[in-house]
């Protein structure tokens, strides 16, 4: 690309996820690369920032305030901001994420010249209201392109919206080196939103009933969509006297300290898309073992070679595996030194050219 480019990215907010670190990773990308200028367009309820992002990005922010007792009307003020924010970019190609928030930016940019490409971020499988299915499956076939994460979700979208310009690209995983030599410790890690389908409390239960005392379980994660469950996970741990043994860690900017000073990642979520965190522990080293829900782990895990990829809710082969791992200091080198080997192929560089070449892909 020797003439310049400009790329324009769409995303609500971003604020501590895994859609929003893939985002933030793709922009640093993008910025590294000669001949693209990129913008990065927040249009959410919250348009927060949690994650570092380069300095030659160049941000746009709604000035005003989205007034909730006048949702209608914020709406409409919203979908103007990124139709108007976007025309004055004027931009070659334009990414969306959002599984709820690609068909208010492709409303936002009907009739315009723009390619607009997009991508989901959940669990492909994921059920909708009706409204959102009807809007899902008119506006998205007005996309030049779509992402899916993983095959299985290719599948899905394929038969959902009947496109024909679909690609799968996984997620960028970023190298975690352990520069600062820090030492690792029997802990159990798992990092997750405090959510319903990660399945916290069955962990802590698991954890409790091995009852390994030379073994922690850290949490690292906060509340989100309303659900409250720090509070429940907290009484939780006490009622099961596990305090000292479990640790609700909340929300942390260094990640990376806790994927590098653990022994295992043990991950208890039924429902994704593709989960950065089980990446991040491989590249950290760790050796991994997650539920084989529909889309995400098993594109990752390798069963008994990087880790230990479990039936979905099968809770007893879960607690075995778990206690296997945390008996044998053979196993869990084996399995976390292929697991850096296998998660290289999905580094930032890699996944970023990807993107690239898609966005500005003859088929569009």
């Known amino acids: 690309m020797p003439v310049e480019k400009t790329i324009c990215l769409l995303i609500p907010s971003l604020q501590a996820g895994g859609m929003e670190r893939v985002m933030s990773e793709l922009a640093g990308h993008f910025c590294?690369?000669?001949?693209?200028?990129?913008?990065?367009?927040?249009?959410?309820?919250?348009?927060?920032?949690?994650?570092?992002?380069?300095?030659?990005?160049?941000i746009h922010k709604p000035q005003n305030h989205f007034n909730n007792k006048h949702r209608f009307i914020s709406t409409l003020k919203r979908l103007w901001y990124v139709r108007e924010t976007v025309k004055s970019i004027?931009?070659?190609?334009?990414?969306?994420?959002?599984?709820?928030?690609?068909?208010?930016?492709i409303l936002a940019l009907w009739g315009l010249r723009y390619p607009v490409f997009i991508s989901d971020r959940c669990n492909p499988a994921r059920s909708f209201k009706f409204h959102n299915r009807l809007l899902r499956r008119v506006t998205y076939r007005r996309a030049s392109g779509v992402i899916a994460q993983t095959?299985?979700?290719?599948?899905?979208?394929?038969?959902?919206?009947?496109?024909?310009?679909?690609?799968?690209?996984?997620?960028?995983?970023?190298?975690?080196?352990?520069?600062?030599?820090?030492?690792?410790?029997?802990?159990?890690?798992?990092?997750?939103?405090?959510?319903?389908t990660k399945h916290h409390d069955k962990l802590i239960e698991t954890f409790a009933e091995i009852n390994n005392p030379d073994w922690t379980l850290v949490i690292v994660g906060d509340d989100s969509l309303k659900q409250n469950n720090f509070s429940r996970l907290m009484e939780l741990i006490r009622e099961r006297d596990l305090t000292g043994m479990v640790t609700l860690a909340g929300k942390q900017h260094d990640i990376d300290r806790y994927y590098l000073s653990s022994r295992i990642f043990a991950f208890a979520s039924s429902s994704e898309g593709f989960p950065n965190v089980i990446g991040e522990a491989m590249s950290a080293g760790l050796p991994v073992m997650a539920f084989d829900c529909v889309a995400g782990p098993a594109d990752m895990i390798i069963d008994n070679h990087n880790g230990f990829l479990v039936p979905l809710f099968d809770w007893a082969q879960y607690k075995q595996k778990l206690t296997l791992l945390m008996e044998d200091e053979n196993l869990r080198s084996f399995f976390g030194k292929n697991a850096q080997i296998d998660v290289k192929k999905y580094s930032v560089s890699k996944i970023g050219d990807e993107y690239l070449d898609f966005l500005f892909s003859p088929t569009r």
């Open 32 to 58: 590294s690369r000669k001949n693209l200028s990129i913008h990065l367009v927040l249009f959410g309820i919250r348009p927060e920032f949690f994650y570092n992002v380069p300095a030659t990005l160049t």
């Open 90 to 105: 004027n931009p070659d190609t334009v990414l969306s994420f959002g599984e709820l928030w690609n068909s208010f930016v």
């Open 151 to 196: 095959a299985k979700a290719k599948e899905l979208y394929e038969g959902q919206f009947r496109h024909h310009n679909i690609k799968v690209i996984g997620n960028p995983i970023r190298t975690i080196d352990n520069k600062s030599r820090i030492e690792r410790k029997n802990v159990v890690l798992t990092v997750g939103r405090l959510i319903n």
